[in-house]
Structure formats: structure tokens, C-alpha cells
């Protein structure tokens, strides 16, 4: 099992930023992963991480203005966003998969966190 929680989520203006983390505790993944879900939307890729190696692969929504990182000593991941827009809105959640790779569909991670609102206001 792996326990995911996320934080740092919240309101901010179109053209601000927000830091946020994903702590992990429990079994030895590959990967991290963020993903979003707006409301009536399919929850959707936006960044991941190996965890061994630090590379990563972002959605080309985000890329430029997203930046994802980790801390292995305190098994945290980072979603740094910057300039955000309105459609960055949803709900952002940590996953982690546990063979290394980067995966971008929901289905190829196990275990997933509750998640945390970032709401952009035009």
C-alpha cells in the first residue's frame, strides 16, 4: 500500500501561482504523478515523475508553466504552477504508480489521494 496527501491548494488570481505537495508514505513506487478533474470533466494527466531518476513528462497544456520535483529524503512531489489560467481550475490529485515509467493515463497508476481544490479567478 501507498498513502498519498496532498495540500496547497486554493484561490488565487489568473496569472498567479501555487506550490503543491504530495507526501507519500508506505511501499517503494516508481512514480508520481500529478492529474486534474474539473467538474463534468475526465480526470486528466498533467505531470509525472520518476522516482529514481528525477525525469519527467508533462501534458502540453501545462508545459512552460508547470514544474513538477521531488524530495526523496522527505518522499514528497511538487506541483509548481505558475501563470495560471481559469482553466486550471479542478480538483488536483497525486497518484503513484508503482513501476517507473511515464505513464499519463489514470488507469496505469495504483493508488491515488483525496485531492485538493485549486480554483483560478479571472
Known amino acids: 500500500q501507498v498513502q498519498l496527501v496532498e495540500s496547497g491548494g486554493g484561490l488565487v488570481q489568473a496569472g498567479g501561482s501555487l506550490r503543491l505537495s504530495c507526501v507519500a508514505s508506505?511501499?517503494?513506487?516508481?512514480?508520481l504523478g500529478w492529474f486534474r478533474q474539473a467538474p463534468g470533466k475526465e480526470r486528466e494527466f498533467v505531470a509525472t515523475i520518476r522516482w529514481s531518476f528525477g525525469s519527467t513528462n508533462y501534458a502540453d497544456s501545462v508545459k512552460g508553466r508547470f514544474t513538477i520535483s521531488r524530495d526523496n529524503a522527505k518522499r514528497t512531489v511538487y506541483l509548481q504552477m505558475n501563470s495560471l489560467k481559469p482553466e486550471d481550475t479542478a480538483v488536483y490529485f497525486c497518484?503513484?504508480?508503482?513501476?517507473?515509467?511515464?505513464?499519463?493515463?489514470?488507469?496505469?497508476?495504483?493508488?491515488w489521494g483525496q485531492g485538493t481544490q485549486v480554483t483560478v479567478s479571472s
Open positions: 497518484a503513484a504508480r508503482m513501476t517507473a515509467g511515464w505513464a499519463t493515463t489514470k488507469d496505469e497508476y495504483d493508488y
Open positions: 508506505g511501499r517503494t513506487f516508481g512514480s
